[in-house]
C-alpha cells in the first residue's frame, strides 16, 4: 500500500486499559502500519496486560525487545519499566531515569518517532490523568507528522488529552470510538513526492506476546 505514513505511535495512562480496547478493537487485519503503544504501568504492574489487549486485537500483540525490527502490521507495547524508543527504524529500550514520573514514558517514544518517521508519523494521545505525551505529540508536530487526541469529553481521565491540546494545536480531536475509523482513512493519503521511505507492508512475522 502507498501510504503517507509509517507507524502510528499512542499514549494513554488512566482509564488506558477500555480505550485501548476500543481503539485496537477498531483496527483489522488489513491494518498495515506498526502501531506502538506506551500504557503507563508500574514495574510490579500485571505482566499479563499484552495477552489482555491481543484478546481484542485482529493484529499480532508483542512486547518488543532491544534492537527488535519494526514490522508493519503489528502492535508494540512499552514493557514494565523501560522506556521504549525508535532508532534506526528498530526498538531500543532504555532504564534511563523517569520522565515525569513515568517509565515508560510517552514523551520518550513520541520524540524518538517523530526524529526517526518525521511527517511519517501518526501521533495519537487517549485518557490519562497527567501531562505525558504533550510535548511528545508537539515533536510530532513539529516535524510535519498527523497529530490525533481523544476528545476530552469522552476521555476517562480528561488532563492528558487537555495538555495536549493546550501545548499544540493537534489536527484532530475525537470521540474514543471515532479514532480507529479516522486512522483507516490517514492511511489511504497518498504522499506526493517519492521520500524514499516506503515500508514492505506485504512482511508478516509470527509474533506474539
Request: with cysteine.
Amino acid at each position: 500500500m502507498n501510504t503517507a505514513f509509517e507507524i502510528v505511535v499512542v499514549g494513554s495512562s488512566t482509564g488506558g486499559l477500555q480505550a485501548l480496547q476500543i481503539l485496537l478493537g477498531g483496527l483489522s487485519t488489513v491494518f498495515p502500519l506498526p502501531v506502538v503503544i506506551v500504557q503507563h504501568r508500574g514495574k510490579n504492574s500485571d505482566a499479563e496486560l499484552c495477552e489482555f489487549l491481543a484478546r481484542d486485537a485482529s493484529l499480532p500483540v508483542v512486547e518488543p525487545d532491544d534492537k527488535q525490527e519494526i514490522i508493519p502490521g503489528h502492535i508494540y507495547l512499552a514493557p514494565r519499566d523501560y522506556h521504549l524508543l525508535i532508532e534506526n527504524r528498530n526498538f531500543a529500550l532504555s532504564t534511563d531515569r523517569p520522565v515525569g514520573f513515568a517509565r515508560p514514558s510517552i514523551d520518550v517514544l513520541f520524540e524518538s518517532a517523530a526524529h526517526e518517521f518525521a511527517e511519517r508519523t501518526i501521533g495519537v494521545i487517549l485518557t490519562g490523568a497527567n501531562r505525558d505525551g504533550a510535548r511528545g505529540l508537539a515533536a510530532i508536530k513539529s516535524r510535519s507528522g498527523f497529530t490525533i487526541v481523544e476528545d476530552p469529553e469522552s476521555a476517562s481521565r480528561r488532563e492528558m488529552p487537555d495538555a495536549a491540546i493546550a501545548l499544540s494545536t493537534p489536527d484532530l480531536i475525537l470521540p474514543l470510538n471515532e479514532i480507529a475509523h479516522q486512522l483507516f482513512k490517514l492511511i489511504q493519503t497518498v504522499e506526493p513526492r517519492d521520500l524514499g521511505l516506503q515500508a514492505d507492508f506485504n512482511v508478516a512475522m509470527p509474533y506474539g506476546c
